[in-house]
């Protein structure tokens, strides 16, 4: 085993939700990644839609015996002194396939190895195992330090770690209610809380809290947007404001998505999406599945969906062309990989890259 140390470290991560073309909706999960020598563990494991044990979302108690799992103060979950790396993010079932590793102590020293892919209680390194992936050997004050700070704090179980941010949850301010009803069931079936309003006059700021992204209707006036915007201002509250650039219930819930996603570009695979009339143009910082989806409204105001491309790219910027009646008039294309969304207005004109957030 190799004597060389690698970092340790958490990170926030997002395996983000939606709904999908095909009316399927994906969970949001937030969690926290394991970062190893500056990069996120995940990103190593080629095109994984899976989430580390430390979710925001689970229960304190869950939260904090996996800590104390990964610290080795309590025994290994399955056989050979294997522990969960990542799971599946609808059901955590391992009969839908986890990632695990053997981790272990050596002296004052963490070590993971025998990285594999596992959906029974035994795992098969010899078909399934991630080879070339570790061993790693983490310094014992490194590892414990990242790994106890989520034990201390406000007595919750979870300290600094994910659960102890508010930001999951979704204020949706307009005049159509309508289509404010059908976004806000749409963000709670991917596990986004939503709340309806017309305005924020008047509400306390402690009521405000809880907000980590706004999202105006399309149809709410510049003077309202402008309000909203004080209200928070006065409050303290850095949310992130979402113009919704259509009445379509898939693209605003992959604008939020976007908006709620907190990782650093550097650690994202998904980086830039842009579109003009005849092509999508997309980047991606590592080999990964991304899927495109065309939106737009026909002349009798009904949605039409359109799945443009469905595949594997390797690391770089890439062209997808698009099909002009698929993108005829108003149109946008959403760019989605396990971890981020981004959405791109179609241009009729060349365009630069861009991966910033809506309403940023």
Known sequence: MSAAYATFGLAPATRAGGVLADG?????????????????????????????????DVPPAIFTAQVRGLLLETGAPLPAGRFVVYGCPECEDLACGAVTAVIERDGDDYVWRDFAWQTDLHADLEFNGYHGVGPFRFHGPEYRAALGVLLDG?????????????????????????????????????????????????VPAEELRPYGAVAFGPALGEGDRAAARRAFERAGIAAVFVEGLAPIVPLLVAQIEQALDRCPVEQRRLTRLAADGDEAHVEVASPCRVRLTAYRLDRLSRIRAHEVFDGMLETG?????????????????????????LVAAVTRRETRLSGGRPGR
Do not use: M, N, Y
């Open 24 to 56: 399927g909706h994906q969970l949001h999960r937030d969690f926290l990644d394991f970062v190893v020598d500056g990069r996120p563990l995940l990103l190593r494991l080629c095109d994984l839609d899976a989430v580390s044990p430390l979710a925001s």
């Open 154 to 202: 406000d007595g919750d179980g979870r300290g600094a770690g994910p659960g102890a941010a508010t930001g999951r949850r979704v204020l949706l301010i307009g005049a159509r209610v309508a289509l404010l009803a059908r976004l806000a069931a749409a963000l709670r079936s991917t596990g986004i809380g939503a709340d309806i309003t017309g305005d924020v006059d008047d």
């Open 317 to 341: 910027r890439h062209r997808v062309a698009l099909d002009a009646k698929t993108v005829k008039g108003e149109a946008f294309v959403v760019a989605r990989t396990s971890g981020s969304v």
